[in-house]
C-alpha cells in the first residue's frame, strides 16, 4: 500500500501540470488512465510472455514499447471494422486471455516472474519520471497553447493534427489537403494519437499538443532505464540511463551563443522524431538477446513487432538498425570464426522491412539525395562565413561553398564538422565499445555512428537529414553510461567524482564567462567561438585525469574521459530548465500577430466548430494555401491548420509536403516557395470564395463533389453573393462557412 500511494505521486502531478497550463483535468486523468490500461499493460504482458521475466525494470521499458505496436494493430482492426471503441474490448480480452491460462497467470502480478526491486528502485523511477515531466511540460509543452488561445505555432503542428483526423476513421488515410492523392508519410505516431483519442474521448488537439507528449516522454523515460539495464547488465545502471535519455537531454553547449538544440527529440511538431527515440531504444531489448544468443522464439516474435513498429514510425530508424546489423555481424563472423546466422537473419528481416516501407511510409523524403556536408547550411556563423544561402539539397555531390575547392571553405567546413563532433562527444563516446567483445556493443556503437555519420552525407529540401542523428541521441546517451559502467571497475569512485566535478565547474565557468561574438564572419573568429571553449574544457580535463589516474590504465582514464564529458554537458541543461519553470510564473507572451505562423481565435474557433458540425463526405474549398494567410505567388505554401483543427477534406490546401511538390524542387527551389502541383484547383478555389457564380459552384459541386465553402477575411474578400449563392452555416469575424445548396 505504501508503494501504490508512492507511485500515485506520477499520475496525480501529470495532472495538477496539465491543467496549470490550459488542460482539462478529467481529460487528463482519461488519457493517462488510457495508456496505463490500453498500451502499457497489454506491453508488458505481451513482453513477459515473449522474452520472459527478466527484471521489472526492462518488463516496463520494453513492454511500453511493444505496447505501441499493440495498439496499433489492435486501432488498425477495429477502425477497418468501423467500430474504434472496439478496443477495449480487445484489452478486455487480452485479460481475460492471461488470466484463464495457467502458463501466462502468473504474468498479471505487479512483478509478474521477476525479482521484486528494491525500494531504492521505486524511489529514483518515481522521482525520474517527476523530473522529467517538470521539464518537458514547462520547456517543452507550455509554449504551445491549446487552441483556441490566437498564438503562433509550427506549421508542422497542424500537418500531425489533420492526419490524427484522418485516421481516427480509416486505416489507409489519404491527404487531408489534397483530394485524390495518396498519403505517403510515417504516421504510426498519429495513428496511435488516433487511437487513444477515441478510447480516452479526448479531442485530437489537446492530444497531439498536450497529452500524447507527455505519456510518450513516460515512455522514454521507462524505455531508458531498459536499455541501460539490458546493454550494462547491471541494474544500478538503469536510473543513470534513464536520466540521461528523458530527464536531462540533449548536447553539450558550454557557451551562451550560438544556441545548441537542447530539447532532443521531444518537440511537438515533431512527434514521428519523439516516437523514433522511443523505439530505438525498445530495440535495445529484443537486439540485446538476439546478439548474445540468449533469444527465444518469443523474443524473435517481439523483435518483428517492434520492427514492424519502426517501419512507419520514421524512415531513418531501419537504416540505422541495419547498419548495427552490419557492425555486430562483422565482428561476430571474425571473433567465432563462421558465419553468425543469427545476425544475418535480423539483418534480413530489417532489410525486409526496409524494402516494405518504401512503397508507403517513406514520404516526405522527396528530394532527398546524397550531398556530403550539406548538414553544414544549419551549423552557426554558416551563411555569414561563406556567403551561401542557397536552399537545402541544392549543388551537386558536395557543398556549394566546397565545390570550388577553396582552400578556406575547407577549413572552415573542418572547423564546422569538428564543432558537430564535439557537441556529440557523450554519444560518440560509446564508440569505445568497439573494444569489447560483446555484439551489443558493436551493434551499439554500429547505430550510434550511422545516425551521427549518415547526418553530415545526406541531404533533405527541409533538413530532415538532422533526424538520422535524432534518432539516435537517446541511444547515445544510453550508451555513453552502459559502456562507462563496464569500464567503471577499473577506477575509483573518489577520482569519478573529483573529474565530474571538473567537468561541472569548467562548463558552468565556460558558459558564464567566456565572451561571444554574435557577429562572427571570419573563418579565424568561427573556429575561436566555436571550438576554443571545447580546448579549454579539454585542457581542464586532461590535468585532473592524469592527476588522478596515476596507474595510467586506459580503461580507468576512458571511463574518467565519459564521466567528465557527460558532467559538462549537464550546466545548460538545468539552466534551460530552470529558466522554464521561472518563466512559468509569468503570464505567455501576447502572440506575434504579425508573425507568419499566426492564428486568430476566431480562426481557430471555426474550425473547431466545423470539426462539431462536419458530414461523412463533406469536401471544402477555401481561399487558404499559404503562412501568412494572403494568396501570393511564392508564398510559403504550408497552411494546414483547416484540416488540422476540423478533419475537412480540402480539394487544395497547402501543398508544401506533398510528393509531387518535393520532387519537383530539382535541388534549385526551396519546396515551400513552389507555384502548385494542381494551379487550377487554387484558381478554382480562389474564384469559389472571391468571385463565384452559380455556374462555377454548380461545376465544382457536380464534377469534384465539394459540399463546403470556407472563406477567410484575413487570407482576402469574400464575396457577398455566396449568402445568396449558398447557406450560410457560421460566421465570425474572421471566417465564414457555407454549405452548398
Known amino acids: 500500500m505504501r508503494l501504490t500511494g508512492w507511485w500515485l505521486i506520477v499520475p496525480v502531478s501529470a495532472v495538477v501540470l496539465l491543467v496549470l497550463i490550459g488542460g482539462s483535468a478529467g481529460e487528463s486523468i482519461r488519457w493517462i488512465a488510457t495508456w496505463v490500461i490500453a498500451v502499457l499493460l497489454p506491453g508488458t504482458l505481451l513482453w513477459r510472455a515473449l522474452a520472459g521475466g527478466r527484471s521489472l525494470t526492462q518488463d516496463l521499458g520494453c513492454g511500453a514499447v511493444l505496447g505501441l505496436a499493440w495498439q496499433l494493430a489492435v486501432w488498425a482492426v477495429c477502425t477497418a471494422l468501423g467500430i474504434p471503441l472496439l478496443q477495449w474490448a480487445f484489452v478486455a480480452g487480452l485479460l481475460v486471455v492471461f488470466w484463464t491460462s495457467k502458463p501466462l497467470r502468473p504474468h498479471l502480478g505487479w512483478r509478474g516472474t521477476s525479482p521484486a526491486p528494491p525500494r531504492w528502485w521505486h524511489v529514483l523511477l518515481v522521482v525520474s519520471l517527476l523530473l522529467a515531466m517538470v521539464r518537458t511540460v514547462f520547456v517543452v509543452l507550455r509554449p504551445v497553447p491549446l487552441p483556441p488561445i490566437a498564438a503562433t505555432r509550427h506549421q508542422d503542428i497542424w500537418y500531425q493534427l489533420g492526419l490524427v483526423q484522418q485516421l481516427l476513421d480509416d486505416v489507409t488515410p489519404a491527404d487531408p489537403w489534397v483530394l485524390g492523392d495518396p498519403l505517403i508519410y510515417h504516421w504510426f505516431a498519429t495513428a496511435s494519437m488516433a487511437s487513444g483519442s477515441v478510447m480516452a474521448d479526448v479531442q485530437p488537439p489537446q492530444v497531439l499538443i498536450h497529452l500524447w507528449p507527455l505519456t510518450m516522454l513516460f515512455t522514454l523515460v521507462l524505455v531508458g532505464w531498459a536499455a541501460g539495464e539490458a546493454l550494462s547488465q547491471k541494474a544500478w545502471a538503469a536510473p543513470l540511463a534513464g536520466a540521461l535519455a528523458g530527464v536531462l537531454p540533449g548536447a553539450i553547449q558550454l557557451v551562451d551563443t550560438p544556441t545548441a538544440n537542447m530539447s532532443a527529440a521531444q518537440v511537438v511538431q515533431g512527434p514521428t522524431g519523439t516516437m523514433a527515440a522511443v523505439v530505438m531504444l525498445g530495440l535495445v531489448g529484443p537486439a540485446v538477446l538476439i546478439l548474445r544468443r540468449q533469444a527465444s522464439p518469443g523474443v524473435w516474435g517481439a523483435m518483428v513487432l517492434m520492427l514492424a513498429l519502426a517501419t512507419g514510425t520514421k524512415p531513418t530508424l531501419l537504416p540505422i538498425m541495419l547498419a548495427g546489423c552490419v557492425f555486430a555481424g562483422g565482428f561476430a563472423w ?23 516501407s518504401s512503397f508507403a511510409l517513406t514520404g516526405s523524403t522527396g528530394g532527398s539525395r546524397f550531398q556530403l556536408l550539406a548538414a553544414l547550411r544549419v551549423q552557426p556563423y554558416y551563411q555569414a562565413v561563406t556567403g551561401d544561402k542557397t536552399f537545402p539539397a541544392t549543388g551537386s555531390w558536395v557543398l556549394p561553398s566546397l565545390e570550388r575547392g577553396d582552400a578556406r571553405m575547407i577549413l572552415f567546413a573542418v572547423v564546422l564538422v569538428a564543432y558537430y563532433l564535439l557537441m556529440n562527444a557523450p554519444r560518440l563516446l560509446t564508440l569505445y565499445g568497439l573494444r569489447s567483445r560483446d555484439p551489443a556493443f558493436w551493434w551499439l556503437s554500429g547505430c550510434v555512428a550511422a545516425g551521427t555519420g549518415v547526418t553530415l552525407v545526406f541531404s533533405h529540401t527541409g533538413y530532415s537529414e538532422y533526424h538520422f542523428l535524432g534518432a539516435v541521441l537517446a541511444l547515445g546517451m544510453v550508451g555513453v553510461v552502459a559502456v562507462g559502467v563496464n569500464l567503471a571497475g577499473h577506477a575509483k569512485v573518489r577520482d569519478l567524482v573529483v573529474v565530474a566535478i571538473a567537468g561541472l565547474a569548467t562548463a558552468v565557468a565556460l558558459y558564464l564567462f567566456w565572451p561571444t561574438d554574435t557577429g562572427t564572419h571570419t573563418v579565424a573568429r568561427a573556429a575561436a567561438g566555436l571550438l576554443a571553449p571545447f580546448g579549454v574544457l579539454a585542457v581542464v580535463g586532461a590535468i585532473v585525469i592524469l592527476g588522478v589516474n596515476r596507474t595510467r590504465q586506459a580503461a580507468s582514464a576512458a571511463v574518467q574521459v565519459m564521466v567528465l564529458t ?28 504579425e508573425y507568419r505562423t499566426y492564428l486568430s481565435e476566431g480562426e481557430q474557433s471555426a474550425m473547431l466548430w466545423l470539426s462539431k458540425h462536419l458530414e461523412p463526405d463533406d469536401v471544402a474549398v477555401s481561399n487558404v494555401f499559404c503562412m501568412p494567410a494572403p494568396y501570393r505567388p511564392g508564398c510559403p505554401n504550408d497552411a494546414y491548420w483547416m484540416s488540422g483543427l476540423s478533419g475537412v477534406q480540402l480539394w487544395m490546401g497547402g501543398w508544401a509536403y506533398a510528393p509531387a511538390n518535393l520532387a519537383a524542387t530539382d535541388h534549385r527551389r526551396s519546396f515551400l516557395l513552389q507555384q502548385s502541383p494542381w494551379p487550377d484547383r487554387v484558381l478554382d478555389s480562389r474564384i469559389a470564395v472571391e468571385k463565384p457564380s452559380e455556374q462555377h459552384l454548380a461545376k465544382l459541386a457536380g464534377d469534384v463533389g465539394i459540399t463546403l465553402i470556407i472563406g477567410d477575411l484575413r487570407a482576402g474578400p469574400v464575396s457577398p453573393k455566396l449568402d445568396q449563392l449558398a447557406i450560410p452555416v457560421y460566421s465570425n469575424q474572421d471566417i465564414k462557412i457555407y454549405r452548398l445548396k
Open 334 to 356: 571474425l571473433s567465432e570464426r563462421r558465419a553468425p546466422w543469427r545476425v544475418v537473419a535480423l539483418g534480413g528481416t530489417v532489410a525486409a522491412f526496409l524494402v516494405a
Open 566 to 593: 557527460v558532467a559538462a554537458g549537464l550546466p545548460t541543461q538545468f539552466v534551460v530548465i530552470g529558466d522554464a519553470v521561472r518563466d512559468a510564473t509569468k503570464p505567455l507572451p501576447a502572440a506575434n500577430v
